[in-house]
């Protein structure tokens, strides 16, 4: 084991050129506009200095509530039969999605189709969406 490391510091001597120091203080510092890019802005630091990382009392941002779920859907149209039904929302971003009892979308469950309506779950909350007026 010790002749493994002598011959490594061996060839590391013959490949260095001769003449060449070894920076101060072992790793050579980073130049400027490096350094100013992992630094934050001047107004920033004092927002991270009031928000300390692993503070007892810190926690995340205040959920918007139920008022925000229930923008995040819009029924489209619920398909029903006697022993099958379906349901088209329009989701997140605007897509058009398709969904059956039981099927997660954007981290909540189909948890009931009825004529009228599209029930989704997600944790111990209750989203009821209803066909909006109007829709045949």
């Given amino acids: 084991m010790a002749s493994l490391a002598l011959i490594a510091l061996a060839g590391a001597q013959i ?3 001769p003449g060449t ?3 101060a203080g072992g790793a050579a510092p980073l130049p400027e506009a490096a350094a100013a ?3 934050p802005a001047a107004g920033e630091r004092a927002a991270i200095l009031a928000r ?3 503070a007892p ?3 995340p941002p205040a959920d918007d509530g139920p008022a925000a779920d229930a923008d995040m859907f819009q029924v489209i149209g619920i ?3 006697a022993d099958a039904a379906t349901a088209l929302l329009r989701g997140p971003g605007g897509a058009a999605l398709r969904v059956l009892p039981g099927q997660s979308v954007a981290g ?3 948890e009931a ?3 009228g309506a599209v029930t989704l779950t997600r944790g111990d909350r209750r989203l009821v969406l209803e066909v909006p007026k109007g829709t045949p």
Wanted: proline content about 17%; aromatic content about 12%; cysteine-free.
């Fill in 15 to 17: 490949l260095i050129p």
């Fill in 21 to 23: 120091e070894a920076p």
């Fill in 37 to 39: 890019d992992f630094m």
């Fill in 52 to 54: 300390p990382l692993f």
């Fill in 57 to 59: 009392d810190r926690r």
């Fill in 79 to 81: 398909g029903t039969a």
């Fill in 108 to 110: 909540w469950r189909v």
């Fill in 113 to 115: 189709i009825a004529p």
